[in-house]
């Protein structure tokens, strides 16, 4: 799936409203991750970054086989790195500017990890269905990420089987507490950067609930693996 297809989709649902956030062309990962916290009150942290040795990019980690070079903490105590700051942020990507911008779940919101073919699917039937949603990141990992409230990694499990599946049976999982999340423009090596399916503005500051977006992801999931 290209990323001209995302965008198209991303015009589709996110409507005419310019975004704040994401004004990320030329700009750097330090501003961003700045307004980030500044504007939109997520917490923040670095994590590793990619450095070209013979030219080819190799994730800071040191790891050649890294599963996602650039694109992961950069330390153990991460969680007590993050910060809502945006004077901290600053300082923080100061010391490393190319530093990926990392998002910790579970404390702002959570989010619903998906394919990226049963997420556009989903995305689709949700914009018929007039729901409302939140920001969507599509990454490169073929992976999309529906933001909503705390809490989601706990109720999931449960609004699953309630409508008939296995959670076992769904590529489908909610991240919160003592996970994370990679942030626009942060790139995961030479495989692109993580962008959204649906911008963050002022129309979407308020976050749904999982229970309001289950059912289209899950029916979207099931149809997926079915294929």
Known sequence: ????????????????????????????????????????????????????????????????????????????DWATQATGSATVARRLWSTQPTASILLPTGRTFDTIDVPETAGLLALARMERMDLTLGPVTWTPDRRMHFFVLPGASVKVPDLVRKLGWSPLSLDLRALGEGEYVAAPPTRYGSRGAVQWARRPTSANRWLPDAEELISPLAYACGRDGRR
């Not at 990962?29 to 980030?36: I, K, M, Q």
């Not at 916290?37 to 970054?49: C, I, K, Q």
């Not at 450095?51 to 050649?64: F, I, K, P, R, Y």
């Open 1 to 76: 799936m290209s990323a001209r297809v995302v965008f198209i989709v991303e015009e589709t649902i996110a409507g005419p409203e310019a975004a704040q956030i994401p004004k990320q062309r030329g700009e750097s990962l330090l501003d961003t991750a700045v307004r980030y916290a500044e504007e939109r009150h997520w917490d923040v942290f670095p994590g590793t970054w990619l450095e070209a040795v013979d030219g080819v990019q190799h994730c800071s980690c040191g790891n050649t086989a890294c599963a996602t070079p650039g694109a992961h903490p950069a330390r153990e």
